[in-house]
Nanobody, 111 residues
Framework: QLVESGGALVQPGGSLRVSCVAS????????MNWVRRAPGKDFEWVAA????????YYLEAVKGRFTISRDNAQNMVYLETGSLKEEDTAVYYC???????WGQGTQVTVS
């Protein structure tokens, strides 16, 4: 199970950290992803992090503005967002590797 939190209404240029807590599987053995879905658009992969945090990947549009991180001791994965733009408005989902397990999402609105 994955449960996200931290979504909010933020002004353009602002920042926000969204979080996800995992349970029911061996978190430390799984890459984790953040995926978002903007209103009226398809799902869009945003970022990924390796099991040991040594490797991260980002959507080009968020590089330099977003940072993915994790805490294996707490079964947590985070997405630190910054310099937010209106086009970052979306529901943000925490997703286990293989894309078979998704959280319910947390709404980030930039306006």
């Amino acid at each position: 199970q994955l449960v996200e939190s931290g979504g909010a209404l933020v002004q353009p240029g602002g920042s926000l950290r969204v979080s996800c807590v995992a349970s029911g599987f061996v978190f430390s053995s799984n890459w984790m992803n953040w995926v978002r879905r903007a209103p009226g658009k398809d799902f869009e992969w945003v970022a990924a992090i390796s099991c040991d945090s040594r490797i991260t990947y980002y959507l080009e549009a968020v590089k330099g503005r977003f940072t993915i991180s994790r805490d294996n001791a707490q079964n947590m994965v985070y997405l630190e967002t910054g310099s937010l733009k209106e086009e970052d408005t979306a529901v943000y989902y925490c997703v286990r590797e293989g894309f078979g397990t998704w959280g319910q999402g947390t709404q980030v609105t930039v306006s």
